[in-house]
């Protein structure tokens, strides 16, 4: 992009604007019907330590380690295709999409994600939200790490990230300070989790669900103090 934007949005996909625990949940049903609980519970476990390991969710490189243990089962070569061909478009929280055409009016969308480098672009994308934010598609590794690069490509006097994880929109903070309006919709287990809503600093707004911003008026939230509050409680 040449020039500044007066504002740039950064939107978080998973369990922000696509209900992620419900794909994972989807996930477990298949695994247990496929190929039994024993079977799904030995996968889970893989995939969390390959989070660990990582840094965020691997689903395909965990299905590749699971495999080492079973490499002689067929039904492993039909688990790539429930991954890739899920319907992703269903998953997309309430008001995704008009909340995306609704931001737009005051300046570009673009979708800031981590995840590896096959299966989360098919997720944007199968999902509508890849072109809902015309092509602006960054995925990192740790996009915590990577706002240079965010800003080098999107640069902006001001920056409004959504995010389910308060984790990730304290680092930013740090880095980009009062040039930052950080919003959390409350959506997803990380949102709902007592032990990380109590681990780091609120957000400059909370919101119950992300529809909730069509109604939020945005030259409010640019402004908007550090305060951590809900909307209904802003001045």
Known sequence: MTGTNEVVFLLDVDNTLLD???????????????????NRDRSWKIFEA?????G????LGALQRYRLGAMHDPRLLLMSSFLVDYPFAERLYPGALDVIAHLRR??????????????QPRKVQRSGLWDAVEDRVLIYLHKEDMLDDVERRYPARRYIM???????????????GDRLTTVFPRQGHYALDPANIAAYSPADMTIERIGDLIND????????PNAGRAPQEAS
């Open 106 to 119: 005051w300046g570009p969308t673009v979708i800031l994600s981590d995840g590896d480098v096959v299966f």
């Open 50 to 54: 390959l989070r660990v390991e990582l």
């Open 162 to 176: 959504v995010d389910d994880k308060l984790r990730i929109l304290a680092a930013m903070k740090q880095v980009w």
């Open 20 to 38: 992620n625990d419900r794909i994972v949940a989807d996930l477990g049903e298949h695994l247990a019907h496929e190929f039994g609980d024993e």
């Open 56 to 59: 965020y969710a691997d689903y």
């Open 217 to 224: 008026d945005v030259s409010a939230l640019l402004g908007r």
